[in-house]
């Protein structure tokens, strides 16, 4: 599907009394370079919110969503359906507030899944991109409020997450929320007094979002879905990957997301300079080795490590940090589990790499790993123990 691109559109809303009924309706356009990844339509009247949209990444899908908020802007209750097409069947959800307890239950054809939660649940983080978030914030300033917290859980069996949407000095509306997986996501996004959306951003992912004024989706849902049915679509946006060395008879696994360049200005844009890099994506990048090993002089043990790296502007050298902590998200890096740091030799790529790449390779009588992403290309040397 070609990118929906034009600026950036306000749709002009009716201001009106708190508690009026006063129709907000847009189109979210959801961007990952020149790539479009989704759709979003929202229509808010009153207590009601209907959504549709049409998601692309790991197989494109329909959502149609329906929700109801309480007087005092809440969550109240929820349904939904997702369609895959012909790929999957269809899913069923919903959300219901009764004695004081939310219900969750989700369905995949035969299989049903239910959790009951007491505790306040006002926002879902699913099945919806930002549609609820923008709803509640337009509800708060409808009635004069600053601020909504909440806690929501990812699905049946999944921990609690503490969340705010909340109004900024400046007037910007936020919505903050923590992920114990993921770490802190922010979305951030204006409307001013007539209800107007008028900017949205979101950290740490860099998607391009633009409001747009109400249109029909329906049709182009279509579309979307019987084209990427026959080309099977966008697929999972950062695949995982693997890259396999040997040094003598040791071997050594590198496993990582593979992100895709998509148009985009990679190092000093998506990837700031001086700063911690995941070197990957979604899941932190694994390095295992089954024999003690040297990189870049550095002795490692037998044993598993995550990778992440500091770029700085060429052409000095970059830090390759070995972690000692396994298992978390690329986003979750803490310092006080480093292993090592160790110099990567820097060099320029005579032509951009579109995906994020690790690769084993042989200099001589030496193995090199070696990282290429976008225009830059990195390199540290492995060696057998002395």
Do not use: K
Not at 101 to 119: H, K, M
Not at 173 to 201: K, L, N, P, Y
Not at 318 to 335: A, E, H, K, R
């Amino acid at each position: 599907m070609p990118c929906l691109g034009g600026a950036l559109l306000g749709v002009a809303l009716a201001s009106g009394l708190a508690g009026q009924a006063v129709p907000w309706r847009g189109v979210l356009v959801i961007r990952l370079g020149t790539d479009t990844v989704g759709l979003e339509r929202l229509s808010l009247a009153g207590d009601s919110l209907d959504v549709t949209s049409v998601w692309r990444a790991g197989g494109t899908s329909l959502l149609r969503y329906r929700a109801m908020f309480g007087a005092d802007d809440r969550l109240a209750s929820a349904t939904w359906t997702i369609d895959y097409g012909a790929s999957r069947p269809m899913d069923r959800g919903s959300l219901a507030l009764r004695d004081g307890a939310y219900r969750l239950e989700v369905a995949t054809g035969d299989s049903v899944r239910v959790a009951v939660r007491p505790d306040s649940v006002p926002i879902l983080p699913w099945p919806t991109f930002a549609a609820e978030y923008l709803a509640v914030a337009r509800r708060l300033q409808l009635h004069g409020r600053d601020s909504l917290r909440f806690v929501w859980f990812l699905g049946v069996g999944q921990p609690l997450t503490p969340g705010v949407v909340r109004r900024l000095p400046d007037g910007t509306w936020e919505g903050v929320w923590m992920v114990s997986v993921f770490g802190e996501s922010r979305r951030r996004w204006r409307i001013d007094a007539e209800g107007m959306m008028t900017s949205i951003s979101t950290e740490p992912t860099h998607w391009d979002l633009e409001w747009r004024p109400d249109s029909d989706i329906d049709s182009l849902a279509g579309v979307i879905l019987a084209q990427d049915g026959r080309s099977g679509g966008l697929g999972s946006l950062s695949p995982r990957d693997t890259a396999i060395g040997r040094v003598g008879t040791a071997r050594l696994v590198v496993d990582y997301g593979a992100p895709s360049r998509r148009g985009r200005a990679i190092f000093g844009g998506v990837v700031p300079w001086n700063r911690v890099w995941r070197a990957g994506a979604n899941q932190a990048t694994h390095l295992s080795l089954d024999a003690d090993l040297l990189l870049g002089g550095t002795l490692l043990r037998r044993g598993t490590y995550t990778l992440f790296v500091v770029p700085v502007p060429p052409p000095d050298a970059w830090t390759l940090i070995v972690n000692g902590q396994t298992g978390q998200w690329g986003t979750m890096y803490d310092s006080t589990s480093d292993v090592a740091r160790i110099p990567l030799a820097l060099r320029r790529a005579t032509e951009p790499v579109e995906r994020l790449t690790y690769a084993f390779e042989r200099q001589g009588g030496d193995l090199v790993l070696r990282i290429a992403r976008d225009t830059l290309s990195t390199s540290v040397v492995v060696g057998r123990p002395h």
